[in-house]
């Protein structure tokens, strides 16, 4: 069993919905990190969380230690948010990825 | 304008022809590390280094080197590169072990 698994691994959206995408660990972190890839490749990061919620923008991120469980919320979407998702939990010795979900948002 | 650089962008090469793969950050962070991404794998840690002069294993460290002379610069070298080494690598870095990553636009590389 993977240490980090993200659902769903694909999700089609029509624009203006609302998007949940969950990540679940079963390892003892001190933070966890959602990032973004766009079809050109690149890696931005979007949270980083160790506790509670954060927002920015149309995006949320809320995390759950003690159900070892982060959801990242987008809301009113657009077809620019199409991207790939992928969740990250920082261990004492490492950075562990999921496999990431693929986000289409069509409009 | 904070950024991580990384070069080449892209390379392709030979089985066993020795390859550095740059990696320049602007931020002042201490720390900084290589990962590589594979379809169906995900991106995995190749090396970190915390600070200068210190550096540590990943997942996947067979087939790699990287050194941390300057606080700016964290290379990764392919002594002897094999086919399985053909992924897309990203160099990152941060101000702490735990805070933001910022990553590098990434490197593809193909080895024949």
Known sequence: KNEVE??????????????????SYSVGISALHWLQQHPGGGI???FMLSSGKKKHGRLIA???IQEKHSSLHITASHPRDSAVYICAVRTPTKLVFGAGTILRVKS | EAQVTQNPRYLITVTGKKL???????M???YMSWYRQDPGLGLRQIYYSMNVEVTDKGDVPEGYKVSRKEKRNFPLILESPSPNQTSLYFCASSSGWEETQYFGPGTRLLVL
């Open chain 1, 62 to 64: 809320t995390i759950n």
């Open chain 2, 28 to 30: 002042n962070h201490e």
């Open chain 1, 44 to 46: 931005v990061s979007l």
């Open chain 1, 6 to 23: 993200q659902s769903p691994q694909n999700l089609t959206a029509q624009e203006g919905e609302f998007i949940t995408i969950n990540c």
């Open chain 2, 20 to 26: 550095t793969v740059t990696c320049s950050q602007n």
